[in-house]
């Protein structure tokens, strides 16, 4: 430092800034360094203030434009990329002052500029610092000497006054004057170079020393000089950009320069890239491909900006987020490769791998305007306006980025998903209140849907199933036969039902296919359906119309319900009135209630008449064909002889399965046999179910006809029996059971005949005139069973009941074979009688004793032991039935009370009627109500 005319500490601010001044001044020029220091100090300590804001963005930017203006695109690249390393370092905090200075420098001609500049014309700068300020007058500070560590140094009172409280703003920056030692002492402390000055040794030897004089082992006076140099534009002329470029990069490698970095998450956060790589390499990101400096981060599962690349951590947040639009693509691209190309994915799936690939195209075209704008900017430059910065692709992106989200959520939920299901998914995003993203969904919806709505039509109009992969809400069963198509061919697959399509409307459609399938298979019927072919021409005017109107089908009368409406009516008529018209199916469901069900009075009375002999034998003398002339006689003899020849040729005999014990009664049951359309309806377990109804109204209606003997006989032997010892007793109890037996036959018949089978048949009746489709009548007739065998005591529930009436029917039999034994024993002792009567009047009459001793005893003998032993037997077997039936009636009335049906509740009220059974029973008189209570506490 001895060739300096001032003295200055070469490790104080004030030897860094005389430093400066001889970087800016051919090498020895001592003299013209002192009048430029002094000139600086000057600078320093004054008040002069731009009035620009203190915005370094906009001030290197300006300085970046203009040098692009002057063609210079060369000096703007090499000054971006020293502005970006001298951000990066902690050493000005107002960079934006020094960057205004160089650009007020840089508007005096050039001409001039030297001159002006070494000759002594220095004042003429501070006009030249900010715009409009030209005018303004400046102040000289007075210079003060003091003293900082021991170290003397010559500096404006703004640099080395340590008075407190006193702000002094400069021409190129604002500082505090509150300056202490301490803060001196740190500032030394931070750039603590050694500074060696130029020699001619020095200047002979490139290798240590820049072009400026100064050792490249000093980092901090490297870098402010280095920074310095790119706002001389004569100094830039005189070195080419790359060569420069070149050698600050070896400079630093050599001294092992140090990045400012996060102290929390060791991320460096100084300025080393420009907006524009940044913004290349994220138009890069955009489309899943890695850039120079964002990288595809697999441990973080993102686009991520290298960690030893200086970015300011507000950046690189915002770069972090718009990258996520390349993770979104990436997401998307790979759910698109691998479902594309697979064919278990469905047709549905396709389409939804086609939706998306088309709104990826969409985003390419952004990102081809966004490359467009990059390149034009960095060829002729953008105004403020246009300008694509990090901010404005932020916005400009927001809406895309949204999209993209939306996509790649429609993809993870997708995922293992196809056919009804996927647009399930798809749809779920459809009820959005943003507009944007409902009409997404809606284009994406709209081609997933497109195979389902082909589906759809080839099943509504041509009873086609075209389901390769399973994916319509319409399953088959291949294996099943074509008497079962309607009823288990067939269904609803709930796991692919779309859910914009309600249960009701998937029921309508699943209805027209069977239809149209059963008429064509079935029914054996080509004739056209009226009022299809109108809504299939309407239908295939506008496809991509009508695959939305799958999706959009929620407003009430919508085009959708409105055509599914029109051919469900249509088919659902055309298929009942071939069944009603062709296949007579009234005729057939009138002939099973009338044959079957015992609905033709004269029928079955002349036909249990006929059969009574017949049906008395073991069950093991019976014959079809015997009893089938029996039946053709019924027929012939009675009203059934008028009806349908179709009719009476299905009507036949049909025998149970013998068991041991059992006589024709048990084993006897009238057929009706069904096949064709009709057969949908009356299947095989319908008619089991018919048979089973069957057997309980014969076996109620035998026990009516075996009491009606057992009365007409009392009737009939009264008189004649009456005479005899000990008999009359026993009619008088006959009587009683007799009667008995037969009210309660009689309102059992009753009740099942009328409240039971009328009821249950008029409500079938009106159900299957007016049904819209055939399920309504299968529904109807299988509910009409159903009916029937509940109330009729059938059902499982009632099986206690069945037993009891049972055993009721048991002692009505016994009943009819004690009173044969009684009525023939005293029929023996009638003609007994009336043979002894007969033999007395032929030996008076030959003039004989009409009875000898021996005919006398025998005689006496007969009547006593008819007198002592048969009567009292047949007494004591009777009043056991009649104490058997009261008991079993009671039983019987027990369980009727507890029952929840108020039918039969209504039949316990008929049965005791007079409250015969209520008197000798105490349980029967407790409230019917508290009584059902305590059963079903009984019973829980």
């Not at 955009?286 to 900006?305: E, M, T, V, W």
């Not at 779920?428 to 081609?447: A, C, D, E, M």
């Not at 065998?789 to 009941?801: A, G, P, V």
């Given at each position: 430092?001895?060739?300096?005319?001032?003295?200055?500490?070469?490790?104080?601010?004030?030897?860094?800034?005389?430093?400066?001044?001889?970087?800016?001044?051919?090498?020895?020029?001592?003299?013209?360094?002192?009048?430029?220091?002094?000139?600086?100090?000057?600078?320093?300590?004054?008040?002069?203030?731009?009035?620009?804001?203190?915005?370094?963005?906009?001030?290197?930017?300006?300085?970046?434009?203009?040098?692009?203006?002057?063609?210079?695109?060369?000096?703007?690249?090499?000054?971006?990329?020293?502005?970006?390393?001298?951000?990066?370092?902690?050493?000005?905090?107002?960079?934006?002052?020094?960057?205004?200075?160089?650009?007020?420098?840089?508007?005096?001609?050039?001409?001039?500029?030297?001159?002006?500049?070494?000759?002594?014309?220095?004042?003429?700068?501070?006009?030249?610092?900010?715009?409009?300020?030209?005018?303004?007058?400046?102040?000289?500070?007075?210079?003060?000497?003091?003293?900082?560590?021991?170290?003397?140094?010559?500096?404006?009172?703004?640099?080395?006054?340590?008075?407190?409280?006193?702000?002094?703003?400069?021409?190129?920056?604002?500082?505090?004057?509150?300056?202490?030692?301490?803060?001196?002492?740190?500032?030394?402390?931070?750039?603590?170079?050694?500074?060696?000055?130029?020699?001619?040794?020095?200047?002979?030897?490139?290798?240590?020393?820049?072009?400026?004089?100064?050792?490249?082992?000093?980092?901090?006076?490297?870098?402010?000089?280095?920074?310095?140099?790119?706002?001389?534009?004569?100094?830039?002329?005189?070195?080419?950009?790359?060569?420069?470029?070149?050698?600050?990069?070896?400079?630093?490698?050599?001294?092992?320069?140090?990045?400012?970095?996060?102290?929390?998450?060791?991320?460096?956060?100084?300025?080393?890239?420009?907006?524009?790589?940044?913004?290349?390499?994220?138009?890069?990101?955009?489309?899943?491909?890695?850039?120079?400096?964002?990288?595809?981060?697999?441990?973080?599962?993102?686009?991520?900006?290298?960690?030893?690349?200086?970015?300011?951590?507000?950046?690189?947040?915002?770069?972090?987020?718009?990258?996520?639009?390349?993770?979104?693509?990436?997401?998307?691209?790979?759910?698109?490769?691998?479902?594309?190309?697979?064919?278990?994915?469905?047709?549905?799936?396709?389409?939804?791998?086609?939706?998306?690939?088309?709104?990826?195209?969409?985003?390419?075209?952004?990102?081809?305007?966004?490359?467009?704008?990059?390149?034009?900017?960095?060829?002729?430059?953008?105004?403020?306006?246009?300008?694509?910065?990090?901010?404005?692709?932020?916005?400009?992106?927001?809406?895309?980025?949204?999209?993209?989200?939306?996509?790649?959520?429609?993809?993870?939920?997708?995922?293992?998903?196809?056919?009804?299901?996927?647009?399930?998914?798809?749809?779920?995003?459809?009820?959005?209140?943003?507009?944007?993203?409902?009409n997404l969904i809606k284009r994406v919806l709209g081609k997933v849907v497109k195979p389902l709505n082909f589906m759809l039509h080839k099943w509504i109009y041509d009873g086609q199933l075209v389901d390769v992969h399973h994916e319509f809400f319409i399953s088959s069963e291949s294996t099943v036969e074509e008497n079962r198509l309607w009823r288990n061919k067939y269904g609803i697959s709930k796991s692919m039902l779309p859910s914009f399509i309600s249960s009701e409307l998937a029921k309508k459609i699943l209805l027209i296919g069977k239809s149209i399938n059963f008429i064509r298979q079935v029914c054996m019927d080509r004739s056209e359906i009226l009022g299809i072919k109108t809504t299939k021409e309407i239908a295939n005017n506008d496809d991509e119309a009508s695959a939305q109107l799958m999706?959009?089908?929620?407003?009430?009368?919508?085009?959708?319900?409105?055509?599914?409406?029109?051919?469900?009516?249509?088919?659902?008529?055309?298929?009942?009135?071939?069944?009603?018209?062709?296949?007579?199916?009234?005729?057939?469901?009138?002939?099973?209630?009338?044959?079957?069900?015992?609905?033709?009075?004269?029928?079955?009375?002349?036909?249990?008449?006929?059969?009574?002999?017949?049906?008395?034998?073991?069950?093991?003398?019976?014959?079809?064909?015997?009893?089938?002339?029996?039946?053709?006689?019924?027929?012939?003899?009675?009203?059934?002889?008028?009806?349908?020849?179709?009719?009476?040729?299905?009507?036949?005999?049909?025998?149970?399965?013998?068991?041991?014990?059992?006589?024709?009664?048990?084993?006897?049951?009238?057929?009706?046999?069904?096949?064709?359309?009709?057969?949908?309806?009356?299947?095989?377990?319908?008619?089991?179910?018919?048979?089973?109804?069957?057997?309980?109204?014969?076996?109620?209606?035998?026990?009516?006809?075996?009491?009606?003997?057992?009365?007409?006989?009392?009737?009939?032997?009264?008189?004649?029996?009456?005479?005899?010892?000990?008999?009359?007793?026993?009619?008088?109890?006959?009587?009683?059971?007799?009667?008995?037996?037969?009210?309660?036959?009689?309102?059992?018949?009753?009740?099942?005949?009328?409240?039971?089978?009328?009821?249950?048949?008029?409500?079938?009746?009106?159900?299957?005139?007016?049904?819209?489709?055939?399920?309504?009548?299968?529904?109807?007739?299988?509910?009409?069973?159903?009916?029937?065998?509940?109330?009729?005591?059938?059902?499982?529930?009632?099986?206690?009941?069945?037993?009891?009436?049972?055993?009721?029917?048991?002692?009505?039999?016994?009943?009819?074979?004690?009173?044969?034994?009684?009525?023939?024993?005293?029929?023996?002792?009638?003609?007994?009688?009336?043979?002894?009567?007969?033999?007395?009047?032929?030996?008076?009459?030959?003039?004989?004793?009409?009875?000898?001793?021996?005919?006398?005893?025998?005689?006496?003998?007969?009547?006593?032991?008819?007198?002592?032993?048969?009567?009292?037997?047949?007494?004591?077997?009777?009043?056991?039935?009649?104490?058997?039936?009261?008991?079993?009636?009671?039983?019987?009335?027990?369980?009727?009370?507890?029952?929840?049906?108020?039918?039969?509740?209504?039949?316990?009220?008929?049965?005791?009627?007079?409250?015969?059974?209520?008197?000798?029973?105490?349980?029967?008189?407790?409230?019917?109500?508290?009584?059902?209570?305590?059963?079903?506490?009984?019973?829980?």
């Amino acid at each position: 430092m001895a060739e300096r005319g001032l003295i200055v500490d070469e490790f104080s601010p004030a030897g860094y800034l005389y430093k400066l001044c001889l970087n800016f001044l051919p090498q020895g020029n001592v003299k013209d360094a002192d009048r430029l220091y002094q000139y600086v100090c000057r600078i320093i300590g004054s008040r002069v203030e731009p009035s620009t804001v203190n915005d370094e963005f906009q001030i290197s930017e300006r300085i970046k434009r203009k040098l692009a203006r002057n063609r210079r695109e060369a000096d703007a690249a090499v000054f971006s990329e020293l502005q970006r390393k001298l951000s990066s370092q902690p050493l000005l905090k107002n960079r934006w002052s020094i960057l205004y200075l160089l650009l007020n420098l840089s508007k005096t001609s050039k001409q001039h500029e030297d001159v002006a500049f070494l000759s002594g014309g220095l004042p003429g700068y501070v006009e030249s610092t900010p715009a409009g300020m030209a005018s303004k007058i400046m102040r000289r500070t007075d210079l003060q000497q003091s003293s900082v560590d021991q170290t003397t140094t010559i500096l404006p009172l703004s640099m080395t006054s340590t008075s407190s409280g006193t702000k002094i703003s400069s021409g190129i920056g604002s500082g505090s004057s509150e300056t202490d030692r301490s803060t001196l002492t740190s500032f030394n402390a931070t750039i603590n170079p050694t500074l060696v000055m130029p020699t001619p040794d020095a200047r002979q030897h490139p290798t240590g020393i820049n072009s400026t004089g100064i050792q490249t082992t000093s980092n901090t006076s490297r870098k402010v000089v280095n920074t310095l140099i790119a706002s001389r534009s004569e100094q830039l002329d005189r070195f080419n950009a790359a060569a420069i470029t070149n050698k600050l990069n070896q400079g630093f490698r050599e001294s092992g320069r140090l990045s400012v970095r996060d102290p929390h998450n060791s991320v460096n956060t100084s300025f080393e890239l420009s907006e524009d790589i940044l913004i290349r390499d994220l138009i890069y990101a955009f489309q899943g491909i890695n850039g120079k400096f964002i990288k595809l981060d697999q441990s973080a599962d993102g686009f991520r900006i290298d960690f030893n690349v200086g970015v300011p951590k507000h950046t690189r947040d915002l770069v972090h987020k718009l990258a996520e639009i390349g993770w979104l693509y990436r997401k998307i691209r790979r759910y698109i490769d691998q479902h594309s190309s697979d064919q278990a994915y469905g047709l549905v799936g396709q389409s939804f791998c086609t939706a998306l690939q088309d709104e990826l195209t969409e985003f390419y075209r952004l990102i081809a305007v966004l490359d467009a704008q990059r390149e034009q900017q960095l060829s002729v430059g953008l105004s403020n306006t246009s300008y694509l910065s990090l901010h404005r692709l932020s916005v400009w992106t927001y809406e895309p980025l949204q999209r993209l989200t939306i996509l790649a959520s429609l993809t993870d939920i997708s995922d293992g998903k196809k056919g009804g299901a996927l647009a399930s998914t798809v749809h779920s995003y459809y009820q959005h209140g943003n507009p944007g993203i409902r009409n997404l969904i809606k284009r994406v919806l709209g081609k997933v849907v497109k195979p389902l709505n082909f589906m759809l039509h080839k099943w509504i109009y041509d009873g086609q199933l075209v389901d390769v992969h399973h994916e319509f809400f319409i399953s088959s069963e291949s294996t099943v036969e074509e008497n079962r198509l309607w009823r288990n061919k067939y269904g609803i697959s709930k796991s692919m039902l779309p859910s914009f399509i309600s249960s009701e409307l998937a029921k309508k459609i699943l209805l027209i296919g069977k239809s149209i399938n059963f008429i064509r298979q079935v029914c054996m019927d080509r004739s056209e359906i009226l009022g299809i072919k109108t809504t299939k021409e309407i239908a295939n005017n506008d496809d991509e119309a009508s695959a939305q109107l799958m999706f959009t089908q929620k407003v009430v009368g919508s085009q959708l319900e409105m055509t599914i409406d029109s051919v469900y009516i249509a088919t659902s008529k055309h298929l009942l009135k071939i069944l009603n018209e062709q296949y007579k199916f009234m005729d057939h469901l009138r002939a099973l209630r009338r044959y079957l069900l015992l609905g033709q009075g004269d029928f079955v009375r002349h036909l249990m008449d006929c059969l009574a002999q017949d049906l008395d034998k073991p069950a093991s003398n019976l014959f079809v064909h015997n009893l089938t002339g029996v039946l053709e006689t019924a027929i012939r003899a009675t009203n059934a002889q008028y009806d349908d020849a179709d009719i009476l040729k299905r009507l036949d005999i049909r025998l149970l399965e013998v068991s041991p014990g059992d006589s024709g009664w048990d084993i006897f049951s009238l057929d009706y046999h069904v096949d064709g359309p009709i057969g949908t309806v009356f299947t095989a377990g319908c008619m089991i179910n018919y048979l089973r109804m069957f057997n309980f109204l014969w076996r109620l209606k035998r026990m009516e006809f075996v009491l009606g003997e057992i009365w007409r006989n009392q009737l009939k032997c009264f008189d004649m029996f009456k005479h005899l010892p000990g008999v009359l007793p026993l009619l008088h109890s006959s009587h009683i059971l007799t009667a008995e037996l037969i009210h309660f036959v009689n309102q059992m018949q009753y009740y099942i005949m009328f409240e039971v089978l009328e009821c249950a048949w008029d409500e079938l009746v009106q159900k299957v005139e007016t049904a819209n489709d055939l399920d309504n009548i299968i529904d109807a007739h299988d509910k009409f069973q159903e009916h029937i065998i509940c109330r009729s005591l059938l059902d499982s529930s009632s099986r206690e009941l069945q037993l009891q009436l049972r055993s009721i029917f048991s002692l009505i039999l016994q009943f009819k074979n004690l009173q044969e034994q009684l009525f023939s024993a005293a029929q023996f002792q009638v003609d007994s009688d009336r043979k002894l009567e007969q033999e007395v009047e032929k030996r008076s009459k030959q003039g004989q004793w009409g009875m000898t001793g021996t005919d006398t005893e025998i005689e006496k003998q007969r009547v006593e032991e008819f007198v002592s032993t048969t009567v009292p037997t047949s007494l004591r077997k009777l009043n056991k039935l009649l104490e058997s039936s009261k008991t079993s009636i009671q039983t019987f009335l027990l369980s009727l009370i507890a029952k929840a049906d108020v039918s039969l509740r209504c039949l316990c009220f008929r049965l005791d009627f007079n409250e015969f059974y209520r008197e000798q029973e105490p349980r029967l008189k407790s409230p019917l109500r508290l009584q059902r209570k305590k059963r079903i506490q009984a019973l829980s």
